[in-house]
């Protein structure tokens, strides 16, 4: 199969992407989000006199000859801009042979659990825990995941600080959590990297007598050194990688043992075949992968996927519970949306990613095209 177009479709936020190849298939996909108009651009400029004309048929050879050649340009938008193309691959593969892309690695789940991942840290412990109360209730999810410390942007010359709204609210939030939901109810704790290793050990011993599943980016990500420093100074496993795309780092994040649980985001990373890549050096070193994602965009289809597909996968994928809060932006995108009934989420079983766009997003999207 030789590509012979691709397409973007763009907002500000999102940027779908759709690949043509020369026997008549299109798939669809979708690089990470947000300043998406500018990962449009590197799709064409970068990408696109790359790929078109060349084959598709082994997909990690084309996107690795793509990462050497553009060595000079390595940083994120490169990455971003390339899941997008990886994506629609997949959906291209899936649909050729007549499966979903999680049965094309021979997973035939139905359905994958979720953890309610709260985005939110400028609110009170009680809003919080009455809203986690009444998603039990209504949605039957079973696990939660909480961030803390400052809300906004990051500024990490504040490491020692909780949130300038509520002071203590770490401490309150999880106490009134475990408090009103038993020691039995699966949470995880997010610290977005905004601790320097002394506090993160303080506080890490906190989390270990509070029965807190995993502690996720305790010290800022390109300190994996001090990550590790923590992971070996606590009980409560470490997670992070959220943010990497370099193969060399994921290998220095694994070896040195910073994480436990391992969170590609088929985004940042370079698409779905990058994050597998990662998922296979998890599972050889012995540890737990979770692919990372905090939007209701396409990137939830491909990790609900993914989530199905691993041997070593978190029994939980992350699932936001504040989309009007975090990316309003996605509303709309497809169908058919993965809901969640008693704490699942449908694997699609349609061919590809298994879901379609919508025309009215499309319409309304900025368009371009590279062809041969
Ligand atoms: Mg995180």
């Known amino acids: 199969m030789i590509i012979k177009k691709i397409e973007t479709f763009s907002t500000q936020n999102l940027c779908i992407v759709r690949v ?122 079973k696990a939660f995941k909480l961030h803390i410390n400052k809300p906004g942007e990051y500024t990490y010359s504040l490491y020692e600080k909780d949130t300038d709204v509520y002071p203590g609210r770490t401490e309150e939030l999880i106490t009134l959590f475990r408090k009103t939901f038993g020691p039995d109810v699966p949470l995880m704790i997010d610290s977005n990297g905004s601790f320097s290793v002394k506090r993160a050990i303080e506080i890490g011993h906190f989390f270990e007598d509070m ?96 989530n199905a597909i691993l041997k070593n996968g978190h029994p939980f994928l992350e699932y936001s519970i504040d989309p009007e809060e975090v990316d309003p932006w996605s509303n709309g995108l497809f169908t058919p949306f993965p809901d969640i009934h008693d704490g699942k989420v449908a694997v699609p079983q349609e061919p590809g990613w298994g879901v379609e766009l919508n025309e009215e997003w499309l319409m309304k999207s900025s368009y371009a095209v590279s062809e041969i």
Request: hydrophobic share 40%; aromatic share 10%.
């Open 20 to 141: 043509t190849t020369d026997d008549g298939f299109s798939g669809w996909g979708q690089t990470a989000p947000i300043t998406a108009d500018i990962t449009a651009q590197i799709v064409h400029r970068l990408l696109a006199p790359l790929v078109l004309g060349k084959s598709c048929d082994d997909m990690q050879a084309l996107e690795d000859s793509c990462v050497d050649s553009r060595y000079t340009f390595h940083g994120t938008y490169l990455f971003r801009a390339l899941a997008g193309i990886d994506a629609a691959l997949w959906d291209i593969k899936g649909k050729k042979e007549g499966k979903s892309v999680a049965q094309l690695f021979g997973s035939d789940r139905k359905f994958v659990d979720v953890y309610g991942s709260s985005m939110v840290k400028e609110v009170s412990p009680q809003w919080e825990v009455d809203r986690i109360k009444k998603l039990m209730q209504e949605q039957g999810i």
């Open 211 to 306: 029965g807190v599943e995993y502690f996720e980016e305790p010290c800022p990500y390109w300190d994996f050194e001090k990550n590790a420093a923590v992971a070996k100074a606590l009980k409560v496993p470490i997670a992070g990688g959220e943010q990497d795309y370099n193969m060399a780092q994921w290998k220095r994040i694994i070896d040195s043992k910073s994480v436990y649980i391992a969170q590609p985001d088929i985004g940042y990373i370079g698409g779905f075949t990058r994050a597998m890549q990662v998922a296979k050096m998890t599972e050889d070193a012995g540890i737990i992968c979770s692919p990372h994602n905090f939007t209701c965009s396409l990137l939830l289809v491909y990790c609900i996927h993914m």
